[in-house]
Nanobody, 123 residues
Framework: VQLQASGGGLVQTGASLRLSCTAS????????MGWFRQAPGKEREFVAA????????DYADAVKGRFTISRDTAKNTLYLQMNSLKPEDTAVYYC?????????????????WGKGTLVTVSS
């Protein structure tokens, strides 16, 4: 399975961006998926997760109410709508496929990872 994230860029505080993550190869729509991010000098952290049917979602407190995770299983694509962006959202954003039909917050519960897309929010 290969994951390709896209949609990052340079925006100002308060702007919106939508990230996409397209899966190819031996994909399965029966797995949960998630978004993580890594800021310079910091560890990779959980951002959002969605179950395989999309019925269950989870968000880090820092993004709750501003970010929305969704997926289109027919297109093998995961999305992250990011609104009201802040400078502290600046990071490389990674998508990942969970080992199971659910999707948690721990990195070791994810099997496949994309290469990431850079989001920079200027103040």
């Amino acid at each position: 399975v290969q994951l390709q994230a896209s949609g990052g860029g340079l925006v100002q505080t308060g702007a919106s961006l939508r990230l996409s993550c397209t899966a190819s190869g031996r994909t399965s729509s029966n797995n949960g998926m998630g978004w993580f991010r890594q800021a310079p000098g910091k560890e990779r952290e959980f951002v959002a997760a969605i179950s395989w049917r999309g019925a269950n979602t989870d968000y880090a407190d820092a993004v709750k109410g501003r970010f929305t995770i969704s997926r289109d299983t027919a297109k093998n694509t995961l999305y992250l709508q990011m609104n009201s962006l802040k400078p502290e959202d600046t990071a490389v954003y990674y998508c990942a496929t969970s080992l199971t039909s659910t999707a948690g917050r721990a990195r070791n519960t994810y099997r496949y990872w994309g290469k990431g897309t850079l989001v920079t929010v200027s103040s």
